[in-house]
């Protein structure tokens, strides 16, 4: 049962390696759009418009 665990736990770090650059990228997005009030505002409009 242990082995199954540690090939679980290398597929799961392969996964994220492979995902790394996207979801940095968007937790940059993220943090750009909380940073400012205008655009998390206009952020918000196009959700809820969705345009």
């Known amino acids: 049962m242990r082995w199954c665990a540690h090939i679980l736990n290398l ?3 392969d996964g994220l390696a492979e995902v790394k650059e996207s979801v940095v990228a968007i937790r940059n997005v993220v943090k ?3 940073s400012s ?4 505002q206009s952020f918000q ?7």
């Open 11 to 13: 597929i799961v770090k």
């Open 32 to 34: 750009y759009v909380r």
């Open 37 to 40: 009030g205008t655009w998390f």
């Open 45 to 51: 409009l196009r959700v809820l418009t969705g345009k």
